[in-house]
């Protein structure tokens, strides 16, 4: 390698390695986080996003009595959004030669945060508050940890982040209107 290019790995050095291993598909030798562990670290986030989608739901079909359907419509349009982040977390986890992890069996134990129905509508919208904050301190976790090791992992975790976060301020402000 010339002095003219500290940081980068020369292009001949970089065409000879993409040639091998090449049914890795988009893992390349350069890859420098540890795939085993982030494809685990996808899967609970996946279970996580799972049980926040079936929450999410059942509180839309219960929400009921007056205040029901500002939240209602916040419950629907988070629990779209949650199948959304499943979809980008299984689809990633595929990418990286794992297996996405879709069994109902464990799936409450796999997940960080909770599948709580909740008796009343202020119950509900507290527990997926409650939900919201455990998602985001555990996905911006996983995002510190991937740091400059995967960076397309860190972005997908960082694009989900910042919309629990707006989920959590959503869930915060009916809470008080409640
Ligand atoms: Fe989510
Ligand atoms: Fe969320």
Known sequence: ?????????????????????IEQGAVTEGYNADR????????????????????????????????ASIAAAEFLEHAQQEQQHADWLAE???Q?????????????????AEYVEGETLKDMVREDLIAERIAIDSY????????????????????????EEEHADDMAAILEAL
């Open 1 to 21: 390698m010339s002095d003219k290019q500290p940081f980068l790995t020369d292009i001949k050095t970089l065409r000879e390695r993409a040639r091998k291993h």
């Open 36 to 67: 085993g562990q982030v494809i685990e670290l996808l899967n609970a986030a996946l279970a996580t996003e799972i049980v926040c989608t079936l929450r999410y739901k059942r509180h839309y079909y219960m929400a009921d009595g007056l205040n």
């Open 92 to 94: 990633r986890i595929v």
């Open 96 to 112: 990286l030669g794992g297996a996405p992890n879709f069994s109902p069996e464990g799936l409450q134990s796999r997940s960080h």
């Open 140 to 163: 911006r976790e996983i995002a510190s940890y991937l740091g400059d090791k995967d960076p397309t992992t860190r972005r997908i975790m960082e694009e989900i982040l910042a919309q």
